[in-house]
């Protein structure tokens, strides 16, 4: 069984004073609308847990009547870090999950093809992650001033979601990140604590995030298309 796991609970504070990104109008429906509508979409996927703060819960009932969303689906709180979310949200999986995909909420373009490819990949491997190859010139800077050297590209890549894991890979990888007081902001950081290879899936589209408001008119460009 492989369940998705959508990572709902920041608040985005770069959006700006009181915005949450997650419930604004893009392309017609909210944000997360568009995200969990594409993982319901996903036949590689059998069920949703979406980990949400405290009194999210009835205006994503709310979204889910709107979408008319057949599989099965629970929420799960969201806790102070990142990496508290998704231990939540795997504590919520059901039973017979063996792989999960964790996929942030503000990232509403993933294509079928790029879930399907990073479940499959997670299946093979243990771990997974969607990115992109890094193709700007990338410098790096000691003093955040001036240049201190140019770094080689050719082995670089910009990590995005969904990352997808077998279950007890991930569960003994977010262990080990709480065992040593670390807070992470990508699961398959915590997988490089464990030994855990992670293979790289490419994302051949753009498959951005909601961090700013200047994200909105690319991301209603992709989503209308």
């Known amino acids: 069984m492989t369940s998705a796991i959508i ?13 949450d990104k997650l419930f604004l109008e893009v392309a017609g429906l909210p944000v997360i609308a568009h995200t969990w509508a594409a993982f319901e ?8 847990v979406l980990v949400v703060r405290a009194g999210m819960e009835e205006s994503l009932r709310e979204i889910g009547a709107r979408l008319g969303v057949k599989k099965s689906h629970r929420f799960a709180l969201g806790g102070v870090e990142r990496q508290d979310s998704v231990s939540n949200g795997l504590a919520a999986l059901a039973a017979a999950t063996d792989i999960t995909a964790i996929h942030d909420g503000a990232r509403p ?10 479940v499959q990949a997670a299946r093979d491997f243990g ?3 969607a990115a992109q190859r890094i193709t700007d010139t990338i410098k790096e800077s000691a003093d955040g001033a001036t240049i201190s050297r140019t770094v080689d590209r050719s082995r670089l890549w910009s990590v995005q979601t969904p990352q997808a894991f077998r279950v007890s890979v991930i569960r003994r990888a977010i262990a080990a990140a709480h065992e040593r007081g670390l807070k992470l902001t990508d699961d398959t950081a915590a997988c490089e604590l464990i030994g855990q290879p992670v293979r790289l899936v490419e994302s051949k589209q753009p498959n951005p995030k909601v961090t700013v408001p200047a994200d909105l008119p690319f991301i209603e460009s992709l989503l209308r298309k």
């Open 7 to 19: 990572v709902a609970a920041g608040r985005g504070t770069r959006m700006g004073p009181d915005i």
């Open 41 to 48: 979409a996903a036949p590689c996927i059998d069920e949703i």
């Open 109 to 118: 373009c993933a294509s079928q093809q790029l879930i399907l490819e990073t």
């Open 127 to 129: 771990a997974a992650v």
